[in-house]
């Protein structure tokens, strides 16, 4: 299985609105949709995209999946803001093992599934900016230390993949 795990684009400041409800500024939608080309760029073969539940996720996921017509964004809760790795391998292990999935959360979370995937401490150091995206190959079972880091790419990163094209 591979994932690929993408970190939000820029979204309102807390406070302007309930926390899920908060919208992508418009730095937000031209970081998500530099993802989306970059991703088309890659020609990852995406066969599922899942979302946390909060619209700036969502809305993410959403201008993404513009690049992959057939594919719906698909809302779990386990990808919120709150949640735990371990909630969200139960949910990855319903999926066929040649899937290739991206998953659009948070932080921390997505700090904490990349250093259990790859086996680190929970407490380890790895940065993720918004709108930078992760691709890790996850052996027979999703697991703790079952993956391995590929790639991290930041979202200035993909502004330079779209520029040479």
Not at 21 to 27: G, I, S
Not at 120 to 134: I, R
């Amino acid at each position: 299985m591979r994932l690929f795990i993408l970190r939000h684009a820029d979204a309102e400041a807390q406070g302007t609105s309930h926390d899920a409800d908060r919208a992508l500024t418009p730095e937000g939608i031209e970081e998500a949709k530099c993802v989306a080309g970059a991703v088309h760029a890659m020609k990852l073969g995406l066969t599922a995209i899942l979302t946390s539940p909060t619209a700036r996720a969502k809305a993410t996921a959403e201008l993404v999946a513009a690049q992959f017509p057939p594919l719906e964004v698909r809302p779990v809760e386990q990808l919120g803001p709150a949640s735990r790795p371990e909630g969200l391998f139960q949910e990855l292990r319903s999926y066929p093992r040649d899937s290739r999935i991206l998953l659009v959360t948070h932080k921390p979370l997505i700090v904490s599934l990349i250093a259990s995937l790859i086996g680190m401490a929970t407490e380890s150091k790895v940065g993720v900016k918004k709108a930078s995206l992760a691709c890790i190959d996850v052996g027979s079972t999703v697991q703790r230390g079952s993956g391995v880091l590929l790639w991290l790419l930041t979202n200035e990163q993909m502004q330079l993949m779209r520029k040479k094209d």
